[in-house]
């Protein structure tokens, strides 16, 4: 309750207080600045979503141990040591002192270190154990770099050590060009017997990593990978067919999806609305119609949605509603972050119950449209 009232006190002003929290911390432990990119952008609204979405959890602890024990995990790859969390929780009350100013009192400031310490620890004990079985990150050699149209590419990696994952998964990518900025890419292919990874990659405006993977790297380059995250994979104990919405690049895990489904050997349905704006924009059409013709279980259906076309046309979400009924379908979204959320919307709006559709989250998919 206490911890709400601070964040909803600091939430207009998120910005300044991330400020001043990082301020505080650089001053006070300037050693901690060389974990952190150069450029904090991306990286001042991580700490602000985090802690929200820790006390939106507050009252869910397996959501929350879990969520946590990710995040512990994933900060493996910054470099990230259990000593690192008390400086940063002091920098925190530091912050929340200054800014909740209406809120703060003793019984506050206790519930606050009540909670961080509480937080820290389960990220510090999740990272320990990771230690155990999996390396911090990977380093990964492009081994080929294929441009399908002037800003798409697919890059496939040779990962250094073994790397499990499971398709519909996603990684966290850096490139030697950009030191300490990760970016979030899905596999575009099921786990492979030669351990090869691939990613599709599309260069946004004034997106660092995308723009240097799509036009800078090479077979040769050496990229660092994080841990597997996401749980946007097949569920092997159904019989369920499977709805997939894939919207732009959205269409890499929706294609891992396929092929895992294809190589359990189990006859689903599966049903594909690939999405893009222009036709020119359908860059791997020929791999999903390739993968149709082998697969009689699996349909494929590309929708234009901005410009005249003899293909399907219109909105995935709009087109979706005059296919179906989807009676016994689990359903999988992967595209723009409005995508998902209209798309979620006609799902439900046509009889598909909300435990049955699955998508990365929002917030994660918001910060993959930085680039
Ligand atoms: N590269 C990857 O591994 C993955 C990428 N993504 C995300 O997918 C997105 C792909 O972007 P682009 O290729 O530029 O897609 P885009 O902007 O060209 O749109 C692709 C499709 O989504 C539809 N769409 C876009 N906004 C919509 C909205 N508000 N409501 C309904 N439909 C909408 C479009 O009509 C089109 O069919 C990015 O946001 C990316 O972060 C998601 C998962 C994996």
């Given amino acids: 309750m206490l911890i709400r009232r601070t964040l909803s006190e600091v939430e207009p002003v998120a910005d300044k207080v991330t400020s001043y929290f990082y301020a505080l911390l650089f001053i006070r432990h300037p050693d901690l600045r060389a974990l952190f990119p150069a450029a904090m952008d991306v990286q001042r609204d991580r700490l602000f979503t985090a802690l929200l979405a820790a006390a939106r959890h507050a009252d869910d602890t397996a959501t929350l141990t879990a969520y946590l024990g990710r995040l512990g995990r994933g900060h493996r790859k910054y470099g990230t040591l259990p000593s690192h969390y008390p400086a940063v929780g002091e920098a925190l009350i530091g912050a929340l002192t200054r800014y909740a100013p209406g809120t703060w009192n003793a019984a506050t400031e206790a519930a606050w270190v009540r909670v961080y310490t509480a937080i820290s620890q389960i990220m510090i004990d999740a990272a320990a154990e990771d230690e155990a079985t999996s390396p911090a990150w990977w380093h990964a050699e492009v081994v080929s770099h294929e441009r399908r149209t002037p800003d798409i590419a697919v890059v496939s990696v040779r990962p250094d050590q073994p790397y499990p994952f499971l398709a519909g998964q996603y990684t966290s990518l850096e490139t030697p060009w950009w030191p300490r900025v ?6 575009s292919a099921a ?27 090479r077979p040769g380059d050496v990229l660092r990978l994080g841990p597997p995250a996401g749980s946007m994979i097949v569920d092997h104990t159904t019989d369920n067919g499977l709805l997939c919405l894939g919207g732009g690049t959205g269409i890499a895990p929706i294609k891992a999806l396929v092929e895992d489904i294809a190589e359990h050997g189990r006859r689903r349905p599966v049903d594909v609305f ?8 359908l860059y791997d059409i020929d791999t999903m119609l390739r993968l149709q013709r082998s697969h009689p279980w699996l349909s494929v259906r590309p929708v234009v949605s901005d410009s005249p076309t003899r293909r399907l046309s219109g909105q995935l979400p709009h087109v979706i509603r005059q296919y179906g009924p989807w009676p016994a379908y689990d359903a999988y979204l992967s595209g723009p972050p409005g995508m998902i959320r209209s798309g979620v919307s006609a799902l439900k709006g046509i009889g598909i119950p909300p435990h049955r559709i699955r998508h990365d989250e929002i917030d994660e998919l918001m910060a993959r449209t930085r680039g």
């Fill in 182 to 187: 990760w970016r979030h890419y899905s596999f």
């Fill in 191 to 217: 786990p492979r017997s030669d351990g090869l990874l691939s990613f599709h990659v599309k260069a946004v405006p004034a997106g660092w990593v995308s723009n240097a993977l799509v036009h800078r790297a």
């Fill in 274 to 281: 690939y999405g893009a704006r222009h036709d020119g924009d």
